[in-house]
């Protein structure tokens, strides 16, 4: 049940989670309810209109763009709380009975994820990898508010494809995509700073 770590562990750092999430308000943030005791779990609102991607192939013609600025202003909301979600995607967004889609799960991917498992692209949050950020991928970083960033652009993808980012391709191959874009985008920065160096010496 509680994968990647410690289970006594895992469920003191879970309470804590709940104990910020009871006094999380916001519309765009899915309101918790209680916590059960046995077996342990997260008790919140139920939301009618399901995940973000079942909502959009139930609703083709509903403003997606109305609906990642929901997730936006969620996710403003919780950075501003100084909290960061750590596992935003489609599957953590749901959408209410008024067509609203709220933020769910924020802080609890931190808690159980393996990274060697995410990075291997295998077990129970393989999945996840799609979205996460490629300082994460390869160890060089920390789940951030720039990380969470990276993600939502993974949630954009879905909103507007209905399929997961990279769904063409096994875990794995998505892990090596997304750093292959970090690599040909941090290339390509640099060697436009170079140039602008140069040339800026150049004209000196």
Request: net charge negative; with cysteine.
């Amino acid at each position: 049940m509680y994968p990647g770590g410690d289970p006594h562990k895992v469920k003191e750092i879970c309470h804590q989670v709940a104990v910020v999430w009871k006094h999380l308000t916001h519309p765009n943030i899915v309101p918790l309810l209680g916590i059960a005791i046995n077996p342990f779990e997260l008790i919140s609102d139920r939301m009618p209109g399901g995940g973000l991607t079942e909502y959009i192939t139930n609703h083709p013609d509903t403003d997606r763009i109305s609906l990642l600025s929901d997730v936006a202003e969620g996710l403003n909301y919780l950075h501003s709380c100084n909290m960061i979600h750590g596992d935003l995607k489609g599957s953590n967004v749901l959408v209410d009975v008024t067509g609203r889609a709220r933020i769910i799960d924020f802080g609890l991917a931190m808690v159980t994820q393996d990274l060697d498992l995410i990075r291997n692209g295998s077990a129970e949050h393989g999945h996840s990898a799609r979205w996460i950020a490629p300082e994460i991928l390869d160890g060089r970083g920390t789940y951030s508010k720039e990380a969470d960033v990276f993600s939502f652009a993974g949630v954009a993808i879905e909103a507007f494809t209905r399929a997961a980012p990279f769904s063409d391709k096994s875990p794995r191959m998505a892990i090596l995509a997304i750093m292959g874009v970090w690599m040909l985008t941090y290339v390509h920065i640099h060697c436009e700073f170079r140039v602008a160096s140069a040339f800026q010496r150049g004209n000196a």
